[in-house]
């Protein structure tokens, strides 16, 4: 594996760690993978899962470029009038026209992650260059199937212990002088604070979106957790908000129940990893006729392990 530090866009101002196969390990003709900041993180992410995430994908003979959008991280601000949105496009897109340029890479899987998310939503659909996409904890929408699995949050015992130990003092010191409020997920709704403002697209829009992606030969994985007071909490919810899969099995949904929204537990952090990666190198193994073809319909965890982190 080796990584390389690279800046590129106008006038030099986006920076980023590119990261490759060693020699013998390369496949040739492999699409690229591009990751960005989540939220005010950095290119590395929460708690380094997209290092962790580029040096699997090298183990697997996939490249892949991390890099900070203009104005965070070590990326310089773009002087222009333009949108966040239609700024983070063009950072992508000159990462894009980077590896190109001087790598020969004529494709690319992005990968988002919460609020990257929108980004790479956007670019799968408007540029045939995206081979398939990685989204984790993308877009959510509650269903009917969602409110039905919704009061099994009051049996988890999990909830119950960390409310236990929360709130156990202050209950015993108040008590008789102060109604006590027995939700399990209050104290999660009250420590997310005031949440940055995303605009959603409509659920129906969503789907259509969904379709048309994996309509062209896209092939798509969604990463979902159920940890903490989320909009998604069962497996099938996926299938519920698009109106059920389309033909080819482009589409791929992977499940974790008790995963938090950062993966902050590392065995959490280790499975989504290895997932991403596994992902990658069996759906893109014939890349290089540059033809989009079905991907396969399941996926085997691979028992590798990860490298410990240390560079950015």
Same mark, same amino acid.
């Given at each position: ?57 090298? #183990? /697997?003979?996939?490249?892949? $470029?991390?890099?900070? %959008? !203009?104005?965070? =991280?070590?990326?310089? &601000?773009?002087? *222009? ?80 212990? #960390? /409310?236990?130990?929360?709130? $156990?003092?202050?209950? %015993? !010191?108040?008590? =008789?002088?102060?109604? &006590?409020?027995? *939700? ?80 902050? #537990? ?47």
């Amino acid at each position: 594996m080796i990584e390389r530090a690279m800046v590129f866009g106008a006038g030099g101002g986006l920076a980023g760690v590119y990261t490759e196969p060693s020699p013998d390990a390369g496949r040739p003709g492999l699409p690229a993978v591009l990751m960005w900041n989540v939220g005010i993180h950095h290119r590395v992410g929460p708690y380094r899962i997209q290092v962790d995430i580029a040096r699997e994908l090298a #183990r /697997r003979g996939i490249a892949s $470029l991390r890099f900070d %959008l !203009s104005g965070m =991280g070590d990326s310089e &601000i773009r002087q *222009d009038s333009r949108t966040d949105r239609e700024r983070a496009l063009d950072d992508v897109r000159d990462a894009m026209a980077l590896l190109e340029k001087r790598r020969g890479v004529r494709q690319f899987v992005p990968l988002g992650f919460c609020s990257s998310v929108d980004s790479v939503h956007a670019l799968t659909l408007s540029d045939e260059r995206v081979a398939g996409a990685c989204f984790i904890e993308g877009y959510a929408y509650r269903t009917l199937g969602f409110w039905l699995h919704y009061p099994m949050r009051l049996l988890d015992p999990i909830r119950w212990k #960390r /409310r236990a130990v929360r709130k $156990l003092p202050s209950w %015993l !010191s108040s008590w =008789g002088t102060k109604r &006590i409020v027995i *939700d399990p997920v209050e104290d999660e709704r009250a420590a997310l604070g005031p949440i940055f403002g995303r605009e959603y697209p409509s659920r129906a829009r969503f789907a259509a979106d969904v379709h048309q992606m994996a309509a062209r030969g896209a092939r798509l994985l969604f990463l979902y957790v159920g940890g903490g007071d989320t909009d998604f909490n069962h497996a099938g919810q996926f299938e519920e908000m698009i109106g059920g899969m389309p033909a080819g099995r482009n589409i791929e949904v992977t499940y974790y129940g008790r995963a938090d929204h950062t993966f902050f #537990r590392a065995d959490d952090r280790r499975r989504a990893v290895l997932r991403i990666a596994d992902w990658a190198s069996q759906t893109f193994p014939s890349m290089a006729g540059a033809t989009l073809e079905r991907a396969p319909s399941s996926v085997r965890l691979a028992a590798s392990s990860l490298m410990p982190p240390r560079a950015e």
